[in-house]
């Protein structure tokens, strides 16, 4: 359902929350039979209640305590969806935490320990009264099965699960710190101020009709003022040096919460103090697939022509782990074996870069041309020098960069890359759907021949043909001619 912009504040004496009043579809606003209390600073008759646990406290018939704020159908509570309970600080929680229980029972070397998780002091006894008195509320007057309630006390979190056998409550976690990249943190005022400065000077260049500069799509995208500039440390799986740098908005980002997660930022390298391009994304897993550090390592090492050059990149490490997904850890065996679902794990990876452009900010199509013989080179080289295919040419992975007043083309983007004997086996498809296992492409540049066999082993030719396939389509879309062209579907 759409939030409504109106909201409820002022809830628990000074704690301030925002509650957002929701809409229902097709009302055209709030639904006429429901009325919204807030509750924190009153007293209500709780009536007779069935719930008569010591733990929970007593509540009587004409028993008055406070109640939170609950959405009241002709003077009984509503609730549509999770029963949400708010409390001032983490010391409210009527519940120990488990390490405490831990501790507890090591010392009394006992298990009876680990089920005293249950606070005594009298607040402990009226917040578990209050939660059981809501659950019980909703039992009444709902046909429900189950209910799921939030306790949040400050910065952290509890699930309880009720039903008509009792009730289980999830450990304490601190929201508010769950999730948050470690090597991330806010750059001080001097490093802004230079990190603006100098994108900015950038963007002039290339707006500048009278500079050589090449194009960079979105690059105004680099300074939008919705985003802090952050400074972020990477690790280098090969130098084992760190590297710091500054970004703050991404030009480029995939909007699909699912998968890859790529973003490209414009970035200020702070010991070169140059601008570069910034590489954020969420590798897959498999073993057919090799980390692209890795991979451009071996390219650099065998020193094949027009391929990116990495100033830093690798896995990112958290205490000591690589930063990897969690959700694949917990499928079911049984959605294992569907087809096209194969749960896989992400490694989160970094890349850092000299800037290069897209291909189609070639000034005129003579240098967009030349620059397609740089990357059949690059594709040449790979393969006689490394045994190494790019296996996923497509318009966005060729680019170009200004050495010397002069365009070369760059073959970026080797995530995809492998050799025909790890083709054989098995490697990976991004359709834009589900991801189903086969030969590895973007389908709009894909060889004839893999697009009519999926178990086609991916050769040389194959990268070629895609490069023909981004030749014709790039020259015809993003360059004037002389006559009618005929129409090109993709």
Known sequence: MPIAKKTLKKINRDVRFELPIRKVAGSGGHRPDRELRGTSNSTETAGDSEWQWQQLGPLASGDKRKKDRQAFDRGLPLVDGLLVEFKKASYMDPFFPAEVIQKAQDAQDTEEVAFMFEKSSPEALRVRGQLAEHASLVFSQQHRTHIFQLLVCGSHVRYIFWDHSGAIVSDLFDYAKRGWDLSVEDANDYERRKFRKTVAKLLLDMNDPTHSQCRLPRAEDTLDDKYHVVKVTIEDDVLKTPVQILIQA????????????????????????????????????????????????????????????????????????????????????????????????????????????PVQSAPNLQEFTRAFCDWIGAIRSADEKCDLLHRDISLRNVMIRIVDGKIIGILVDWKMAGTNESESTESVVNTGKRTKFRVAGTPAFMSIGLLQDADKPHEILDDLEAIFWALVYGASRYYEHEGQLPAIYF
């Open 250 to 357: 991404p030009f480029f980002r995939s909007h699909s919460t699912p998968g890859r997660a790529t973003r490209g930022y414009i970035a200020y390298h702070l010991v070169r103090r140059e601008l570069v391009f910034f590489k954020d994304t969420w590798r897959i897993e498999h073993d057919c697939l090799t980390a692209e550090r890795s991979i451009l390592s071996r390219l650099s090492e065998a020193e094949v022509p027009f391929t990116p050059e990495v100033l830093c990149g690798g896995d990112v490490m958290a205490n000591g782990e690589r930063g990897t997904t969690r959700c694949s850890k917990w499928v079911q065996l049984q959605v294992m074996a569907v087809e096209y679902r194969s749960p896989r794990f992400f490694h989160h990876h970094r890349l850092l870069q000299p800037l290069a452009y």
